[in-house]
């Protein structure tokens, strides 16, 4: 039996930071996840400067930059935005490429080795006012005052507790992830763009081209199921299935070659019930998910992390008990609140803009193009220093959400 303040269950990216945080700040926690390496996995592949500002106020953003490819700081340093074959604005680069993996793998190394990190499973957590058992799949059983449940996608120790995950929007968007390379000889003159649908027929979010060390990353962000026969053809025959969907690409990019895996993964929108609970806390993933397109997930995770790290645990230890009052503080929290209503608000309305016809979502997709180019053209004369430095961070999701 290990004794411990805090378990936390998985090591994925909320699992992680947690794990560092609180080790940096002398709480004694156990870290559990069945991977002793986080493995390759399609998940977040850049940060953005809202991500990062969050991070920020945990400490960890240095260890997470320092391992990742800053596109202000690739060929031209600009991010270009394109619709229609044409670029319609070049702004400064603000974005870290850097697989989920690696990330992960990143900020498991910040984790102080007086955390003490178990390769194992958990498969039975008790909880209780003030005491928590985990039990885990090596036979041994962790106990501590308090449970943070940060397993992700993974239902079975929900279940147990009788934590209902409600899915709100099955397959709300299909993330398509790849390595491009220019034709023979050329070179892409951009360090990052993004390209925007031509018709809402096409059913495409975006599209974004990114640097991770020397290659470069596109995500293709879509709304369709998964059966259907343009994912096959970009699973196949990637290269020609991309320009299909957006033939005036080309102008832009001129001819690439598709390199290494597709690699193709759906995302439900879902949210948990009856979480309430004493002695147990859900963060990222575990308690709702977010639309890749929207990208916030890993804000979210930040955001969730940030705060039950830096506010509420160090509140919760300084007295005895472990009730469901103490809890609810976290899921009640304003700043947590907020950003998880943002996130929710963005992917439903950034998927209604891609593909909803009708003149209002037309008026609405026309004003996005021209508020973003009003913004970049302030910070082009000086009136603002920086598009998304300028706003604090929860203002920077409202500006996305009416960009
Ligand atoms: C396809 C896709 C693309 C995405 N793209 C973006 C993006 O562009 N931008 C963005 O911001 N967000 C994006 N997201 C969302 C973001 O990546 C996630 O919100 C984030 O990775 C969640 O991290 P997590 O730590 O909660 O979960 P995970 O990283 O899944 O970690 C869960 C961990 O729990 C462990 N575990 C599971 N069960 C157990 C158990 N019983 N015992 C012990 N350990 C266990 C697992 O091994 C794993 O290590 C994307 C998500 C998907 C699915």
Avoid at 289 to 295: D, H, I, L, Q
Wanted: glycine content about 10%; aromatic content about 8%.
């Amino acid at each position: 039996m290990t004794n411990t303040d805090v378990v936390v269950i998985g090591a994925g990216l909320a699992g992680s930071t947690t794990a560092a945080i609180l080790g940096r700040a002398g709480i004694p926690t156990t870290l559990i996840d069945p991977h002793p390496v986080y493995p390759p996995d399609l998940r977040c592949e850049k940060l953005d400067r809202g991500q990062i500002a969050i991070l920020h106020k945990t400490g960890l953003d240095g260890v997470a930059l320092a391992a990742a490819t800053f596109d202000g700081a690739m060929r031209d340093g600009k991010a270009w935005i394109a619709r229609f074959g044409r670029v319609i604005d070049k702004r400064p680069g603000g974005q870290y490429g850097i697989l989920y993996d690696d990330l992960v793998n990143v900020m498991r190394s910040a984790v102080p080795p007086d955390v003490s990190h178990i390769v194992a499973k958990a498969v039975r957590i008790t909880t209780g006012d003030t005491h928590q058992q985990v039990a885990l799949s090596n036979g041994t059983t962790v106990s501590a005052r308090l449970v943070v449940l940060a397993n992700g996608l993974s239902v079975a120790l929900r279940d147990q507790l009788g934590i209902e995950r409600t899915i709100t929007s099955p397959c709300h968007s299909i993330t398509v992830a790849f390595d491009i390379k220019p034709g023979f000889g050329k070179a892409f003159d951009f360090a990052a763009l993004t390209y925007y649908p031509e018709r809402t027929s096409d059913r495409m979010a975006y599209l974004t081209l990114f640097p991770i060390g020397t290659s470069m990353r596109a995500n293709l962000m879509v709304y369709r199921t998964m059966d259907d026969p343009w994912l096959r053809e970009m699973r196949h025959n990637p290269g020609p299935a991309m320009f299909a969907l957006m033939p005036s690409l080309r102008r832009i990019i001129g001819d690439v070659e598709v390199v290494g895996p597709v690699k193709i993964r759906p995302a439900d929108l879902y949210v948990s019930q009856g979480h309430r609970q004493a002695g147990i806390v859900l963060v990222g993933d575990a308690f709702a998910s977010s639309c890749p397109a929207a990208g916030n997930g890993t804000g979210k995770v930040f955001t969730d992390v940030e705060r039950l790290c830096n506010v509420h645990i160090p509140n919760w230890l300084a007295s005895p008990g472990m009730a469901a009052d103490k809890i609810e503080q976290f899921y009640d929290d304003p700043v947590k609140r907020e950003y998880d209503e943002i996130s929710k608000s963005w992917a439903y309305r950034l998927r209604s803009m891609s593909i909803e016809e009708g003149l209002g979502w037309s008026i609405q997709r026309r004003l996005r193009f021209l508020i973003g180019s009003a913004i970049s053209a302030a910070c082009k004369i000086g009136v603002l220093s920086d598009g998304n430095q300028f706003v604090p961070d929860g203002w920077t999701q409202r500006l996305r959400d009416r960009t």
